[in-house]
């Protein structure tokens, strides 16, 4: 199992980080929850997040609006994520703490830290295919710079 | 009183000189004269110092503060720093104390309403050392703030001049005010944005009715009508707080429209492939949609649809600026609506669909106007005045925060 996580993880960095954000909803199930927040919140129990999905439609329509709508500079993110901690099973779920480092590189060549944290994730054999049914993106800090834009 | 270098160059507040995002001087000016001055600063919510000890730490501009709830019930405020050698009092974003906050360094104590009220060997030891007998712990304890409250939400302010919260905000915005925040308020959780520009421009943004729909491409390139039978922008006399608003069209005939909308798929359009994120519900039974509020010189307080959240701008520096959200809801809601508003908080925040543009925009202007100190900015639209209208293809109530800016600042 260590394995199949390890290998969804290097596959949904390579999506994010190399602009196939098409591809990104495909990594979750088709009800399931995506959500990005702080480890002060997520200690206080406190919900909101900055992003908030609990269906794989909202995943969708989160890739249209940036592709088609939303206004902002031109940035890649470079995701370095780190070894699975598989932190439990439920029934036919695995549960794993996984952490990760993003940075941002901006058009001007300027890069940022932007984000560290660590992915809680609630995993399922879908249909033979490891997929999300939650993962909740607890960010070490609570303050983003400028905007985010890109998922993390 | 900060040292202003230059005069303003022009009378009418259809006209803005860029120095005024870029000089170092005005900026420390504004400090003093606006923050430091006789406004109102949001400082937190009520309910995040509920009980006597409970205390939040935050600013009023650059000055560090102390909110806490007294033994009295009653909120006080003071500046953050011990009247020693002026360290931070409280480290801590929030917390609880029992009577007394005491500094880490030499171990002052000060009781809940910043009086200082204990030097760790005032009498010195064994007889040596200590304070002169003439030192005068009255005299020498952080600055003291005057706060009030309103709706759930605590304002802080030094100056002794500073009217009334109800007088400053006026009727007129006061009642808009308490349109939202008519309930005990729950917090659905905060985060930060740090933004790459100078706080005017941010606090303009926000005022702007104008630039919403053309910035932010949301809900036009979903082919999300706005279905709106009209809305407008209130500014108060003064200039300084306003609020627009967007009326929906009945409650009923809405959700159907959106349903309709949500399903139809157009050649050249898009459309979302999970509507429910616009299925709202009328809390405030007026049919508006949105209301975006300001209150001079901090606070956003923000309904889009059934997304509610208070936004506090905090100056840090001539071209930084932080925003601090607090997503909020009511105590009393059911489940259905927290997800709705955990769903609709998707619309704003640092990810917002029709906000995150919000962000980067004022460090456009930032940057672009960087060698512009002395050319103007053009806010001319809907005239020169400030007066409310009905029409959100106005520029008034940028121009009250400049009249209101003017003022404050002596320009």
Excluded at chain 1, 71 to 83: A, D, F, P, S
Excluded at chain 2, 44 to 53: R, T
Excluded at chain 2, 116 to 122: N, V
Excluded at chain 2, 202 to 230: C, M, P, W
């Amino acid at each position: 199992m260590l394995e199949r996580v390890v290998r969804l993880n290097a596959d949904y960095a390579r999506a994010i980080d190399d602009d196939r954000l098409e591809d990104w909803p495909g990594f979750f199930t088709e009800k399931c929850l995506y959500k990005i927040t702080s480890a002060d919140n997520h200690r206080r129990g406190l919900e909101a997040g900055v992003i908030y999905a609990d269906t794989n439609g909202m995943l969708r329509d989160r890739v249209a609006a940036l592709r088609e709508a939303n206004v902002y500079e031109r940035q890649t993110y470079r995701h370095l994520v780190g070894l699975p901690a598989l932190v439990g099973t439920q029934g036919e779920v695995t549960r794993a703490e996984t952490p990760f480092l993003v940075v941002r590189i901006m058009r001007d060549g300027s890069m940022d830290i932007f984000a560290t944290g660590r992915y809680l994730d609630a995993l399922v054999d879908d249909g033979g295919a490891l997929r999300l049914r939650e993962r909740v993106v607890v960010c070490d800090s609570g303050r983003f710079d400028t905007l985010l834009a890109i998922p993390l | 009183m900060g040292e202003m270098t230059r005069a303003w160059p022009v009378d009418t507040l259809a006209r803005v000189p860029f120095w005024v995002y870029q000089d170092e001087a005005n900026y420390r000016a504004e400090l003093r004269r606006i923050f430091e001055g006789p406004t109102w600063s949001y400082v937190c919510l009520e309910s995040d110092v509920a009980k006597p000890g409970e205390f939040r730490t935050t600013f009023v501009g650059e000055m560090p503060v102390i909110v806490v709830r007294g033994q009295d019930g009653d909120v006080h405020a003071f500046e953050n720093r011990c009247g020693h050698r002026g360290a931070l009092i409280a480290l801590d974003d929030a917390g609880s104390v029992k009577n007394a906050f005491q500094c880490v360094y030499h171990a002052w104590s000060y009781d809940l309403r910043g009086n200082l009220i204990g030097i760790a060997f005032e009498k010195g030891s064994n007889g040596r050392g200590g304070m002169p007998s003439d030192f005068c712990k009255a005299d020498h304890g952080p600055r003291k703030l005057r706060t009030t409250t309103l709706c759930g939400l605590v304002f802080a302010t030094l100056s002794p001049e500073t009217p009334p919260i109800e007088d400053y905000l006026g009727a007129e915005i006061l009642g808009r005010v308490r349109r939202v925040m008519d309930k005990p308020v729950q917090v659905l959780g905060r985060f930060t944005q740090g933004l790459p520009n100078n706080w005017k421009l941010y606090f303009e943004n926000v005022k702007d009715t104008y630039h919403a729909s053309l910035l932010h491409a949301f809900f036009g390139t979903f082919r999300i009508t706005r279905l709106t039978q009209g809305g407008g922008v209130l500014v108060s006399p003064d200039g300084a707080h306003h609020a627009s608003y967007t009326i929906g069209v009945p409650e009923d005939a809405k959700s159907a429209a959106y349903r309709e909308q949500g399903i139809r798929s157009e050649l050249d359009g898009f459309r979302l492939a999970d509507a429910r994120l616009l299925d709202s519900v009328d809390e405030f039974n007026d049919r508006i949609q949105l209301q975006i509020l300001t209150v001079f010189p901090n606070l956003v307080i923000q309904q889009v649809q059934n997304s509610l959240a208070v936004r506090q701008i905090l100056p840090k520096g001539v071209e930084a600026m932080e925003l601090h959200w607090t997503y909020i809801g009511f105590a009393g809601d059911d489940a259905e609506m927290r997800q709705r508003r955990l769903r609709q908080a998707n619309l704003v925040g640092p990810a917002g669909y029709v906000s995150m543009e919000d962000g980067c925009v004022g460090g456009f202007v930032q940057r672009g106007a960087a060698a512009a100190s002395d050319e103007l900015s053009v806010v001319n639209m809907g005239g020169e005045g400030t007066e409310s209208m009905d029409t959100r293809a106005t520029e008034a109530s940028v121009r009250g925060f400049w009249k209101a800016y003017r003022r404050y600042m002596g320009y």
